[in-house]
């Protein structure tokens, strides 16, 4: 599949990703962060 994601847009999802994933293990400590596993395989895999 062709990428369709710019460099920006993929720095941006990562990010949130992570941050978003982190609030799994600190912070909020609930299940709602797994919500940034889908930004950050976006960003990861680039579509």
């Known amino acids: 599949m062709v990428r369709n ?3 920006l847009d993929r720095a941006i999802r ?3 990703g992570l ?3 982190s609030q799994v ?3 909020l400590q609930t ?6 596993v889908i930004p950050l ?4 895999v680039g579509w």
């Open 5 to 7: 994601l710019g460099r």
């Open 14 to 16: 990562i990010t949130v």
């Open 19 to 21: 941050l978003l994933f």
């Open 25 to 27: 293990f600190v912070g």
């Open 31 to 36: 299940l709602w962060g797994l919500v940034g």
């Open 41 to 44: 395989f976006n960003g990861l």
